[in-house]
């Protein structure tokens, strides 16, 4: 596991050996404070741990501190090209700001933004996108290579040192795989800041949750990555859906019950596709972490599932329901779910400790 240095987003700690944190942006127009605040509510509520918002202008500025307001969540102003508005999104009561200190003007302006946060004790996201490395690194690298945007971010990190600013969040975001991978890997080998994952522009949300699947879960299984965003072409809720999905996958403690269930074949005797949809409903919001197995018959049963915490598996018309790899009970097939249901409910009860 990468050790880096820790910062504090509001009172949500990034780095530094604390949880994977959730974030999302907001997509309603930025002068849309009422709309805005809305769709801030339902991605907190939907598992949202940080939330984004862009700050086109001054007008949009009143948003963060409606944010701040009428959220839990920590806020992150996004600024672009106009040192201002950060320095007015700081003013406003911001968590963190993300800027390109490349796109902000020169030294004296950057030096405004980072005493700013110095003074507010609020972190900087050095963001770096593969669109945004300087020519002269494009021309010298070939093109925007992860080299390149490491280049840039050791650039942009070092205009905040030179403005005494320590307090920092790198990101180093492409669209391609590859690029975004290896840049990620060679940042962590470099810089001892916590790390901000995401493929940017990843696409819709079946292909970009695809990409940022691959992304985003290779670099956290090699212990990579503080804080995730996945970037879909989608309502926002849809990316903390995904985010979670994807940290349950890597079997990351604190992210609710991960589903295994087997593709069906010719011995399958119930309907097993339909029965595993509504487990996975069913545990959508269950936040005890645990591994539920949904099988087809007694070959993918107990026996190639015992990995998993609670179980069922389908017979003719039948079916068993297990727990540690211990069958408990055997019902009609219409009281599988029901049965499951009651020992989730215990194994949520008693924490995981659940007594047969």
Not at 79 to 103: C, M, Q, S, T
Not at 195 to 204: D, M, N, P, S
Not at 289 to 317: F, S, W
Request: charge should be negative; charged fraction near 25%.
């Amino acid at each position: 596991m990468r050790r880096t240095k820790q910062v504090l987003v509001g009172g949500v700690p990034i780095g530094g050996g604390a949880p994977v944190a959730i974030q999302s942006m907001l997509s309603v127009p930025a002068h849309d404070i009422e709309g805005n605040l809305r769709q801030a509510a339902a991605l907190e509520a939907a598992g949202c741990r940080i939330i984004r918002a862009a700050v086109p202008d001054r007008e949009a500025v009143p948003l963060i501190a409606a944010l701040k307001e009428h959220t839990g969540m920590p806020v992150v102003a996004d600024i672009h090209f106009d040192y201002r508005l950060a320095l007015e999104a700081v003013a406003a009561g911001a968590d963190k700001i993300r800027i390109n200190p490349g796109n902000i003007g020169g030294a004296d302006r950057v030096r405004a933004v980072a005493n700013a946060c110095n003074e507010r004790k609020i972190p900087i996201r050095v963001g770096v996108n593969s669109g945004s490395v300087e020519r002269e690194l494009l021309a010298r690298f070939g093109g925007p290579t992860a080299e390149a945007m490491v280049e840039s971010a050791a650039r942009h990190l070092k205009m905040l040192e030179e403005a005494d600013f320590e307090n920092t969040v790198l990101s180093l975001k492409s669209s391609d795989l590859k690029t975004m991978a290896a840049a990620y890997r060679l940042a962590a080998e470099r810089f001892d800041c916590p790390l901000h994952l995401g493929v940017t522009e990843a696409g819709t949300e079946r292909q970009g949750l695809v990409k940022s699947a691959i992304g985003i879960g290779a670099l956290l299984l090699d212990g990579i990555g503080d804080t995730i965003r996945v970037s879909l072409t989608a309502d926002p809720m849809r990316e903390i859906a995904a985010a979670k999905d994807i940290l349950r996958a890597l079997g990351v403690k604190g992210c609710g019950a991960q589903i295994v269930s087997c593709p069906t074949c010719g011995r399958t005797r119930i309907d097993l596709i339909g029965l595993a949809h509504q487990v996975e409903e069913a545990l959508r919001d269950f936040d005890t972490d645990c591994k539920v197995a949904v099988m087809g018959c007694a070959v993918n049963g107990p026996g190639e599932a015992r990995e998993a915490d609670l179980g069922v598996a389908g017979g003719d018309g039948c079916g068993v329901v297990f727990v540690r790899g211990r069958i408990v009970e055997k019902v009609p097939e219409e009281a599988l779910l029901p049965t499951l249901l009651r020992y989730l409910k215990e194994w949520e009860r008693t924490d995981g400790k659940l007594e047969l």
